[in-house]
């Protein structure tokens, strides 16, 4: 896999397969883990974080389960290509934006990365298209055994694993549901949603994670909590949730349509056809109208589309993946031109392998 | 981006979907907090920020003199005081988990709810926190004895670091 590549396959999250994959893109787990002899990132020099990337690189390497992993230095990484990571899920900001030594090796489908000397020595991270939470539980708890079995992590007996910050300690666990929900946020119930979620301590958040806006009606559904629970129960605790949010946002699609379909149906058509024929269109205004269109897909309004198409759409569209697929840097002016020429060739060419393929 | 309340940087962004339309704000840690503190619209209390949840803590601390008392505690193995860890909401080894455990059990039960791990633990490596303590304390001897250019001291540290690695020494 060369990164150059990666703007040409679609990740694993894109896929739009998996179960309930209507609404749900993706399923999330990440593990924080610290080598024990070394200090936590923030009080470590420049040697000490070459020697923690070093050590934890040559381990991964004697494992064989892991032996297809790439391995991607991020500090040597232009902005670019740091953006095009981060776009496609595979490094976080933070680690994209940080400075020093630091690494990420990803596996060929992009389901397995492990970041190295983000906040913490290890974020182990895997991703799994559509709900399916016990799949990912079941490969990161392995990665994590294999990890472990070559270096010592920092664990205490009571507080179990230590990470930097200490509203990670304990599982060091972050499990994540990424949903499509715009249904519920036409009509305007989404708060409630969030509301509930809060009373039983999960965090909200939008498409690319802390601080981060809710674009293109995504929103992530997370764990608040990492310690006093085993890692089942805190997967659990999402699992359960999760059902009762897709109830809601299918109930929320059914009373638009009964409401007035005719106006749904206007709303869903219109975004399609700016998406068919602007000249130039912004990010924001792309991953908006994409939305509507996304449900339009899921509710049969539009036919020459598949989800994964317009999963495709939402990730190709972001600034770093139009610069790499045009080979080209771009400015705003010359991105949202770009952008606009890429969705009109995209949806025409679906347009002309007709819609019957597509079913 | 600029906080819309002052000056410092907007490192909060909050999206207000309370209102008919969806209202974004930008604003700096404090601004931020004091928004999520007087907004009456939601019904639940807005979840405390690290920072915001230490602050509470520490006016916990009865005299000025206890909170500068608690703020100069200094870890011995990577040297992070207190207030670097209050301040930047980040712990500088996993050694400070013991050195502040007084101030953080508190923080972390406002955090959690709980206090003790219930997950999974090593199978392969499980060190003592003494020989994890140990190990980060040599390490910073090494990098010290290197940055001496005292090379045979730096290289008897490591063959010492291997061997408590390997699990030879404890």
Redesign the interface.
Known sequence: MELNDLPCQSGEWMKGSGPESDIVISSRIRLAR?I????????C?E??RTAINKSVLDRLKEIEALSDLQIIRVDELDDVDKQLLTERQLISREHAESTGTRSVAIDSGERLSVMINE?DHLRIQVMKSGLDLNAAWTQI?EV??QL??K????????????T????N???G?RVSVMLHLPALVLTQQ??KV??SL??I?L?VR?LYGE????MGDFYQISN????????E??IDQVADVVPMIIEYERRARDFLIEQDQQDLHDKISRAYGILCTAQTISSEETMHLLSSVRMGVNLGLIHDLRISDVNKLFVDTQPAHLQKLRGDELDTAGRNAERAMYLRRYIQEKEQNGGSENN | MKCLECEKPA???I?E??GPE?Q?LHLCESCAQQYLMQNPE???PA?PT?AGMLAQQLKVADTAKELSEIDEKTCP????TFYEFRN???????HD?ECFAEE?EP??VN?????????????????S?Q??TR??Q??NEM?DAIAREAYEEASELRDT?QRI?AGEEE
């Open positions: 610290n024990a002899e070394f200090p936590f990132i923030r009080r020099g040697s000490d906040e708890n994590d055994d472990e079995s270096l010592t992590f920092a664990f205490h007996d009571k507080l179990g694993y230590l930097a910050c200490p509203t300690v304990g599982t666990m989404i708060e969030f509301r809060q009373k301590n965090a939008g601080g981060s806006q809710a608040q909590i990492t310690l006093g629970r085993s890692e129960e805190l | 490192t909060f962004h999206t979907l309370t969806p974004e939601s019904g639940v979840k690290l193995i990577c040297g992070i930047q909401g980040r712990l500088g080894c996993p988990y953080l923080l972390i955090i959690h709810g709980e206090i003790e791990h219930k997950g999974k633990q090593p199978i392969h490596h499980k060190q926190t020989t994890q190990l980060i040599l390490r990098n670091i690695e």
